[in-house]
């Protein structure tokens, strides 16, 4: 069982930067995949960012791309969204994800622990 909790969410201008984490409990943080979604109102769950368990492969919705930067520390069982240049469309509720494979993915159904999200709001 692994719990998630987010922070770092708030309100930003557009151009901003926010800096969003995930911490973990558990003794086997780095033998998951962890991810980061998103949810605006009426909209589905998109995928934002994955990384997998030792940090070498990262990937990245095309929205966020060039702007947004995945990362973690194992030693900290956390894992961080890196968001610059933000824009009023990235406005929505940001989630962290756990996926207990070594292989990443994009899809949000493969993973299995959730946090409670972290809202974040991007004004024009």
């Known amino acids: 069982q692994v719990q998630l909790v987010e922070s770092g969410g708030g309100l930003v201008q557009a151009g901003g930067s926010l800096r969003l984490s995930c911490a973990a409990s558990g003794h086997t943080f780095s033998s998951y995949v962890m991810g980061w979604f998103r949810q605006a109102p009426g909209k589905e769950r998109e995928f934002v960012s994955a990384i997998s368990t030792w940090g070498d492969i990262r990937h990245y919705g095309d929205s966020v791309k060039g702007r947004f930067t995945i990362s973690r520390d194992n030693a900290k069982n956390t894992v961080y969204l890196q968001m610059n240049s933000l824009k009023p469309e990235d406005t929505a509720v940001y989630s962290c994800?756990?996926?207990?494979?070594?292989?990443?993915?994009?899809?949000?159904?493969?993973?299995?622990?959730w946090g409670q999200g972290t809202q974040v709001t991007v004004s024009s």
């Open positions: 994800a756990a996926r207990a494979s070594v292989i990443i993915s994009t899809g949000s159904s493969e993973y299995d622990y």
